[in-house]
């Protein structure tokens, strides 16, 4: 048994792989931005803590996504980190219903802090960033973005997706 993992595990297989990181739990975060006139938002689970000293994020976008672009373009971004009541939201900016972005952004309340991307909010906490670095790598870019302002939420519980499903911490 062990021994067929350990093969599973040397071959390059893009499906094994999803079935894998199926497995981890993400917490739901929409990064967005505004640029030329323009608004964005995507949901995404690829996001972290960079450091703390500045204060620093990163983000993982899909650059295969032409739509993405915009967030290149602008130079910044806002992570707003979802509450589980943001379920309908996450799933409005996951682009699953097709829906155009003033249909997602109508979804939920918005205004700008310091950067002028769209900070959501009710959310549990929004960062809003200025990218600092830009590293593409394979199909996605990592957007590395130091916190020009802050806004801290409520307490509530988190939008958390795993097994391909939302959950709530
Ligand atoms: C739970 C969840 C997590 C996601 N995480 C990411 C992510 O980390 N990075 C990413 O580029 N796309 C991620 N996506 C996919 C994007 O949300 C989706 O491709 C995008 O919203 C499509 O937008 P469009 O229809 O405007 O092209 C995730 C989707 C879901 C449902």
């Keep these: 048994m062990l021994k067929r993992n350990l093969a599973e595990l040397s071959v390059a297989d893009g499906k094994l792989y999803r079935d894998a990181m199926a497995r981890y739990a993400g917490h739901v975060q929409l990064v967005t931005t505004a640029h030329a006139g323009a608004r964005r938002g995507v949901a995404v689970t690829a996001a972290c803590s960079v450091s703390d000293s500045p204060p620093t994020v990163l983000v993982c976008l899909n650059h295969n996504n032409e739509k993405n672009q915009i967030f290149f373009e602008s130079g910044v971004f806002a992570l707003n980190s979802l509450a589980a009541h943001h379920q309908p939201l996450s799933h409005a900016f996951s682009g699953l ?3 155009s972005m003033e249909e997602r952004f109508a979804q939920g309340n918005w205004e700008t802090l310091v950067t002028g991307a769209p900070a959501l909010v009710d959310a549990i906490a929004t960062y809003d960033c200025r990218i ?9 870019t990592i ?8 806004r801290l939420g409520g307490h509530e519980p988190a939008l958390v997706y795993m097994d ?3 959950r709530t911490l």
Excluded: D
């Excluded at 600092?132 to 996605?140: E, F």
């Design 97 to 99: 219903e097709n829906l």
């Design 143 to 150: 957007m590395i973005g130091e916190v020009a302002a802050l």
């Design 164 to 166: 391909r499903s939302y």
């Design 132 to 140: 600092v670095k830009l590293v593409p790598h394979a199909t996605h």
